[in-house]
């Protein structure tokens, strides 16, 4: 129920037996299955979702009803609405599964428990929110100064498994193309 | 809140857990419903569907499946079963609202099983230590689900539990099957609230309620 998330708190900040064992009692398993939501928009973020299993992603729809997917999650990754997380504000993101989903929830006073107690909770939780800017500065400066095939080239060469396991359209509302764009795209990258 | 949150209901073929499974089905809830008797489970599923063709509802597999799924998991056994079932559940409840409902009555109705310094609920907190354990729904009876108002008065129907949010959320859910929720206070105080189903239940039998009676406070 939660081994992945442990293997992978344990590469960030080895923890004792005993940590372990303190840490369980905080955490909140979730399954999820496809199309479920684990979060909508206007509603608070009470929790960030470790992945077990499954695909999540995270995305937002403007005024037209067209769909912005901010981040895609799979095993082993963090998702959230960070900035609802943080703040308590309202979400402005919608959080789904594309697979059915087990999940190891954090809630607020959870991680906010698990900050006071255990140093190494700290840690953790700065290498993943370091993690998460660093993706997010790389994304940023693809999207505003990368032509469109390097950008799709470097996407599928950093997360194959996503290009794979993820339908097509989502893959395109993730790079702001319309599908016909990316599978232009795509035809134009294969015939090289 | 418009994240729809799913709520594992266990015993759901009992009065209680039937008459809440059918109430909580109007709400933006997807319902996971358990109980030992499968051929009285399928029927239940169906007789919600054909109601209100909108009820997000499902039969489970088992008690630990339609837990780990849950948001919040509603225990509507008796007293006597709370054990068993808590330790199949005791992992996935982790973290999650867990709802006692149950009054600890004797066979007689003359009183209370439980020892006088704990209650139904405390008993279960000590069985799932990292679950939030709420009171609720137990000085209501299951004939005042489908008629929430009595008399011409909405019931009170009261909560007690020691994690505000908790109490919130399930606040929410008591509004939603129609009662005029009322947060009395923090775990302990349900030793009193099962006592006072204790007492309403003694005085139907004396002055022949016929199960259609609850509680109201009056105050200005």
């Known amino acids: 129920m939660y081994e992945l998330f442990f293997q992978e708190f344990n590469k960030k900040a080895p923890l004792t037996g005993e940590e372990e064992t303190l840490i369980k009692t905080y955490l909140t398993p979730k399954k999820l299955r496809r199309k479920q939501y684990l979060l909508q928009e206007g509603d608070v973020c009470k929790a960030i979702a470790f992945i077990e299993k499954g695909a999540l992603r995270a995305y937002s729809v403007d005024d037209s009803g067209d769909t912005h997917i901010i981040q895609f999650g799979l095993e082993g990754w963090i998702i959230s609405d960070l900035y609802s997380f943080l703040t308590g504000e309202p979400a402005t993101y919608n959080i789904d599964a594309i697979e059915d989903a087990e999940l190891v929830l954090i809630s607020k006073s959870a991680h906010e428990e698990l900050l006071r107690k255990l140093p190494k909770y700290e840690t953790f939780t700065r290498l993943n929110i370091t993690g998460a800017y660093l993706a997010m500065q790389k994304r940023l400066t693809s999207i505003i100064s990368s032509p469109l095939e390097e950008r799709y080239a470097g996407f599928s060469a950093l997360y194959p498994e996503i290009v794979q396991r993820v339908p097509q359209h989502m893959i395109a509302a993730y790079m702001g193309l319309t599908p016909e764009t990316l599978s232009r795209i795509r035809r134009r990258i294969s015939s090289k | ?220």
């Open chain 2, 1 to 220: 809140m418009k994240t729809r949150q799913t709520i594992a209901v266990i015993g759901a073929t009992g009065n209680m857990g039937s008459a809440i499974s059918k109430s909580l089905s109007k709400g933006n809830y997807r319902l996971l419903l358990k109980a030992n008797k499968q051929e009285e489970l399928d029927p239940l599923v169906k007789e919600i569907k054909t109601k209100n063709a909108d009820a997000d509802i499902e039969a489970a597999v088992c008690p630990a499946e339609a837990g780990w799924e849950a948001d919040i998991i509603i225990l509507a056994v008796p007293f006597g079963a709370e054990n068993e079932v808590a330790k199949k559940i005791k992992e996935v409840a982790n973290q999650k609202i867990v709802i006692s409902i149950a009054n600890p009555l004797s066979e007689t109705y003359n009183g209370l099983v439980t020892a006088p310094g704990t209650s139904a609920a405390e008993e279960l907190q000590k069985l799932l230590p990292n679950s939030k354990v709420i009171k609720a729904f137990n000085t209501t009876f299951a004939a005042n689900f489908s008629t929430p108002v009595i008399d011409g008065k909405q019931a009170d129907a009261f909560i007690a539990g020691n994690d505000e949010e908790a109490l919130q959320t399930v606040a929410e859910l008591v509004a939603t099957a129609g009662f005029n929720p009322i947060v009395a206070g923090d775990l302990s105080v349900s030793r009193t609230l099962e006592h006072m189903q204790l007492l309403l239940i003694q005085l139907g039998l004396k002055y022949n309620y016929n199960w259609l009676a609850g509680w109201k406070i009056l105050h200005n």
